[in-house]
């Protein structure tokens, strides 16, 4: 299993704090700019990206993805678009990968689904990202609901060490 992300380990600052709160901390700490806006709900992906005066494909998807071996990585999908499993599996370099439910994404994360981003995570799972996030700012879960995080997808990929390639396919 992978360490505990910065944010989730005992002591730290983001430990006791809400979701959007472990976000800040977590963005803080890697010297990443972004910035949080409220936003009401929304019942699909062309209404949220109405709500925040975006293209469709501006935001994007943060997915839990569990590998065979009981272990999870995050893939960043920008909306409008769906992961390719195929692709994914040959830049993971395994056979077997899953969405898992959302209780075990919760586990994994410490975030409920439609809040999901590797910022601020409870653990620190590695970040595949479609190649065509980069050059954009993007806006994203903020780790609670009626919460979106906008930030600059290169800052953002360099900040995690993202594996970048063709991962997703047209809905």
Request: net charge negative.
């Amino acid at each position: 299993m992978q360490n505990a992300h910065p944010a989730a380990e005992p002591g730290a600052p983001g430990e006791a704090r809400a979701g959007r709160e472990r976000v800040e901390w977590d963005a803080a700490h890697r010297g990443l700019p972004v910035r949080i806006v409220t936003r009401p709900a929304a019942l699909s992906l062309y209404e949220a990206a109405a709500l925040l005066g975006i293209e469709p494909d501006g935001i994007v998807k943060t997915l839990v993805v569990k590998r065979s071996s009981g272990d999870y990585l995050f893939a960043l999908v920008p909306g409008g678009r769906r992961i390719s499993w195929p692709k994914l599996r040959a830049l993971v370099g395994v056979n077997k990968l899953a969405m898992p439910d959302a209780a075990l994404a919760f586990d994994a994360t410490g975030y409920e689904r439609g809040t999901i981003t590797p910022l601020g995570s409870t653990h620190a799972w590695p970040v595949y990202a479609d190649e065509s996030l980069v050059g954009r700012e993007v806006a994203m879960g903020a780790g609670e609901h009626g919460y979106s995080a906008f930030v600059d997808a290169d800052e953002l990929l360099a900040a995690f060490d993202a594996t970048v390639a063709d991962i997703s396919d047209p809905e």
